[in-house]
């Protein structure tokens, strides 16, 4: 494993699932994913349930900024009833620790280059890549290293935009590190 096959150009951690993201320069990948990514969620202040994206696209609109009251006012102005952000003890993905895309990969969806039953809407990447060669697809079933992590590439999502990956080493991973397959 010594190829660089790409760098970083961006890190984004999405601390409220569902909620926008935000950039950072550096983060702490853990066996589950980017530290603070996905460590909250919104729910309905009365019941508890959980409130998603799906049902309430709405919450795409709103960055989180990491003080949860304030947050949950937001959300509950943008949303026009009373919600709260719940902790989680893990962070809530839904298919894998890590969610990798390449710039050239958004550049061929928005030019229409999709495969079909696929979607070319926002990705929500962990890391973004600069991948000028190749395809990151092609990287399933292969481990790449980013910075001090190591990650093992395990498939595409089904919107088909880049691929997920699980941690096999915990690490720190800086904008502008290599990526090595």
């Known amino acids: 494993m010594s190829d660089v096959v790409a760098s970083v150009a961006s890190i984004s951690v999405f601390p409220v699932k569902s909620l926008a993201g935000r950039s950072v320069p550096v983060a ?5 994913g980017l530290r603070g990514d996905r460590a909250y969620s919104v729910v309905e202040a009365d019941t508890g349930e959980r409130v998603t994206v799906k ?12 003080d949860s ?4 006012r937001t959300l509950s102005e943008v949303l026009g009833r009373p919600v709260r952000l ?17 710039r050239q990969a958004i550049d061929r969806a928005s030019a229409g280059d999709v495969p079909e039953g696929c979607s070319a ?3 929500r990447a962990n890391v973004l890549l600069d991948l000028p ?6 990287w399933v079933g292969r481990t790449v290293r980013i910075g001090d992590a190591e990650l093992h590439v395990t498939r595409t999502p089904k919107h088909c935009l ?7 080493r915990p690490g720190e991973i800086t904008v502008g590190d290599a990526v090595r397959l």
């Open 55 to 66: 049902t309430t696209p709405e919450l795409h609109q709103v960055a989180a900024t990491g």
């Open 162 to 168: 880049g691929v997920y990956a699980e941690v096999r």
């Open 28 to 32: 702490v990948v853990e066996p589950a």
């Open 121 to 123: 809407d926002d990705p």
């Open 86 to 102: 719940a902790a989680s003890d893990s962070p809530q993905v839904d298919a894998a620790a890590v969610h990798l895309v390449s």
């Open 69 to 72: 009251e304030a947050d949950a």
């Open 133 to 138: 060669d190749g395809d990151e697809r092609t």
